[in-house]
């Protein structure tokens, strides 16, 4: 046996088993405790925007799709349309989409609005005064879309984890 799908599969499965738990921990529990707690959460989440919880998630869903894709690679014998059509393959194939959809959602939109969220506390923490009612309708605005964005990957990674976790039993 080949070591490769060995490490892609730990890579694939450690990556996921953080990318998913910590956004479904997040989206059930962190992000609407800190909701309820008002100024005080609020803080506390643009202090996790601005820390090492975004690149984190990104590493975590980049290396979680990227090692699935090689595994299914492997799997399939290159993307056979035999395997693909496949109930495993379906399956595999759904779960991945869902899970690529989610990194892009992930990644791009919430990093996004993560950057743009740091960017405003930055500047109202600088300035060392009440913010302004436009600074507090675009951090209004862009924890909507964080918390959008969140919930929306928590939905794609919860099909996703669904859809690896049947594949080889239908």
């Not at 059509?85 to 194939?93: E, F, H, I, N, Q």
């Not at 309708?137 to 964080?146: D, F, K, M, T, Y």
Request: net charge positive; charged share 10%; hydrophobic share 55%.
């Amino acid at each position: 046996m080949s070591w490769l799908p060995l490490v892609l599969r730990v890579l694939h499965i450690g990556g996921g088993v953080f990318w998913a738990g910590a956004t479904f921990a997040f989206a059930a529990f962190v992000e609407p405790t800190a909701g309820a707690a008002g100024q005080d959460g609020a803080r506390f989440l643009q202090r996790l925007a601005g820390g090492g919880y975004p690149p984190a998630m990104a590493a975590a869903g980049l290396t979680t799709v990227l090692a699935g894709i090689a595994l299914l690679w492997i799997d399939s014998g290159g993307f056979q349309p035999a395997f693909m059509g496949s109930p495993l393959g379906v399956a595999l194939s759904i779960g991945g989409a869902c899970g690529i959809v989610a990194a892009v959602f992930g990644i791009g939109l919430s990093a996004r609005n993560a950057m743009r969220l740091k960017a405003v506390s930055a500047a109202i923490e600088a300035r060392k005064g009440s913010p302004s009612t436009e600074e507090l309708a675009q951090v209004a605005a862009i924890q909507g879309r964080l918390r959008f964005g969140g919930r929306l990957t928590a939905w794609l990674l919860g099909v996703t984890v669904i859809c690896m976790a049947i594949a080889r039993y239908v």
